[in-house]
């Protein structure tokens, strides 16, 4: 023995050097192709006297001369590549560790390390198995074994919990042909009780698709019973709905329920009691018991019924500004409420159940709301729950209305309709009323804010004045002034044509209105308005006159001559002699209140042919 073993020592060597490249562990799904790779360096010996060959380790020799159907040898004596290509692959055959190997002459042998070619195989669909029972009771040790038929490389098998939560077990690798295995063992609950424990089997060639297998136990225990809402004590709210729930856990099921009210049996048989709506007589302990065959269980509860506060108050208060007055509110909560305050508009103005005001002003008055908010700790929310009750009380403050304002008057003519209309610093308190009266005189001649006396006369012409009246005193008053006018109105004029010779001398006319205001006249020839101008320059004089007829109505005259300094440069013989430009049409217009007035006239002037 001593002698073999020597001479493979000498024979067989492991080689470093002399390769280029060594072959590497390859895998391949069945059926598949791969290809080991083996370089040779064909400066370390000579190839073409060297036997190359690939030995499979259950004793297999391939080379050029032993050739298996499905391997290939892919050679190359140049660059020392000596190739094993594998076709249809199969586990039994192929799954094998291999070697590239050279034969020298002297008969050594050169080895590269033994690879691995694994051939990849599906592992089989999980069986399960329960020991003693899938029926078992509370307490008691189950064994649960999953196990796999097949598979290279053997597949891992892992067991999870329902929640889902991987199980330590005893894991026993398998082959092609024998089983691979995994056992847990668990000390079952009722938390077992039609739970799932969930089998996965994979390798490689499933790993995305991995075969799973699940086994439910029925387990055996007496009731477990669990007051819902899972609250003590169970705050609720008054007049909203709640439903205590008698949860029971049992198997086998319960035969009977019973229910209790600060120790007394209710007629309540179900696993559910409603409260709706919730009163206040719900306060108290409650207990439900339920029983299976295998005995009793029970649970209690204390129920606490809140409400949100209640709150009343006067809702209107009077009182004459400076007095004193004071608002309140009353109160009715549980819990006591968190805050009690008093706002006006958006402002808080207090925060106590009464308000009170030495001397109360104007700016006092309004909506006054006392707002109570009471948190409500309900068992079924997160958070507090305010709830905010409100009560308004209206302060009416009163006192007498402010300042009359007038608005401005435009002046009107005889027959039209003026509006005049008055407005107030502050109404006062309780709203006063607008009156009107001529100044000086106490008869009210209109009650409104807008006074529209219709068709007006001379005679309104004058001062109106205007104030808002309460009950508590008169506001101060405005006064307006109303102007009537009266349009213009002609009163004497020129005839409509005059004829004249050139030179003659001492033409005037004379034109004459009346109105309210007094009317102004001007003069125009041929649509332009005549300008009197410098004495040097001036073909025309104008003499205005204006008389006050009555109180309202004023007369207007106006003569004009055709006379001026420029009238004795032109014609050489007087200032006041016509001249042929004299020709023409002119105009008397009158200008006053409402639209003007005016009058033609046509003057013809006389020369000899030139």
């Known amino acids: ?132 029972s899938t029926t078992v009771s509370d307490g008691e040790e189950t064994s649960l074994r999953c196990e796999s038929i097949g598979g290279s490389p053997p597949p891992k098998i892992i067991w999870y919990d329902p929640k889902g939560v991987s199980v330590e077990g005893v894991y026993v690798a398998g082959d092609v042909n024998n089983p691979t295995m995994n056992t847990i063992t668990i000390r079952a609950s009722r938390n077992d009780h039609r739970q799932e424990y969930t089998c996965e089997v994979y390798n490689k060639l499933n790993e995305n ?56 049996v209710l007629s309540k048989t179900s696993l559910n009691f409603t409260l709706n709506p919730i009163t206040m007589e719900h306060t108290g302990v409650y207990r439900c018991e339920a029983t299976n065959a295998l005995g009793s269980g029970r649970d209690e509860m204390t129920v606490e019924v809140l409400y949100a506060p209640r709150v009343t108050s006067l809702p209107r208060i009077e009182s ?67 709830r905010v009750a409100n009560s308004l009380t209206y302060l009416q403050v009163d006192y007498k209305p402010g300042a009359a304002i007038i608005d401005s008057a435009e002046p009107v003519l005889v027959g039209e309709s003026p509006v005049l209309s008055c407005t107030a610093t502050d109404y006062g308190v309780p709203q006063g009323e607008f009156e009107w009266r001529r100044k000086g005189e106490s008869t009210v001649i209109w009650r409104g804010r807008v006074y529209q006396p219709g068709a007006v006369h001379l005679s309104d012409n004058g001062a109106y004045e205007c104030l808002v009246h309460n009950t508590i005193g008169d506001g101060q008053p405005a006064v307006v ?85 420029k009238r004795l440069q032109t014609s050489g013989q007087a200032d006041n002699s016509l001249l042929r430009s004299d020709n023409g049409n002119y105009e008397c217009r009158a200008i006053g209140a409402g639209k003007e007035v005016s009058h033609q006239l046509g003057l013809l002037v006389n020369y000899a042919p030139v």
Not at 330 to 353: C, F, L, Q
Not at 359 to 374: D, L
């Open 1 to 132: 023995m001593e002698r073999f073993l020597l001479v493979l020592c000498a024979i067989f060597m492991t080689a470093y050097g002399q390769f280029q490249q060594y072959p590497t562990t390859k895998e391949v799904q069945r059926g598949g192709n791969v290809t080991l790779e083996c370089r040779f360096d064909p400066q370390f010996f000579n190839i073409e006297n060297a036997r190359r060959y690939w030995y499979r380790f259950d004793g297999t020799l391939i080379d050029e001369t032993l050739r298996l159907s499905r391997y290939t040898l892919e050679s190359d004596v140049a660059s020392g590549r000596y190739d094993l290509h594998v076709s249809g692959a199969q586990y039994r055959e192929d799954n094998q560790q291999f070697s590239c190997r050279a034969q020298l002459d002297t008969g050594t042998v050169h080895q590269s390390d033994p690879v691995k070619l694994i051939v990849l195989t599906p592992p089989g669909d999980p069986r399960l198995t329960v020991t003693p």
């Open 209 to 264: 698709n991995k075969k799973v297998a699940k086994q439910s136990l029925s387990v055996r225990y007496q009731p477990y019973v669990k007051l819902l809402p899972e609250h003590k004590p169970l705050k609720i709210e008054l007049g909203m709905q709640s439903t205590l729930t008698c949860s029971v856990d049992a198997n086998p099921q319960v035969t009977y329920v019973k229910w209790f009210k600060d120790g007394a």
């Open 320 to 386: 004459r500004e400076g007095q004193a007055v004071e608002l309140s509110c009353s109160i009715d909560a549980h819990p006591a409420p968190s805050s009690v305050e008093w706002w006006k508009d958006d402002e808080r103005v207090g925060d106590s159940p009464s308000l009170q005001f030495a001397a109360v002003s104007r700016s006092q008055a309004g909506n006054y709301t006392c707002k109570v908010t009471s948190l409500l700790l309900l068992s079924l929310q997160s958070q507090a729950v305010p």
């Open 481 to 565: 002034e109303l102007t009537v006018n009266q349009m213009p109105e002609l009163i004497a004029y020129p005839p409509v044509s005059i004829n004249q010779n050139e030179s003659d001398t001492g033409l005037f006319v004379t034109c004459g209105a009346r109105g309210r205001p007094a009317p102004v006249i001007e003069w125009f020839k041929d649509g332009q308005e005549l300008v009197i101008g410098e004495e040097e320059t001036r073909l025309y004089q104008s003499v205005l006159n204006t008389t006050q007829v009555d109180t309202y109505i004023s007369e207007t005259t106006s003569t004009l001559w055709w006379r001026g300094a």
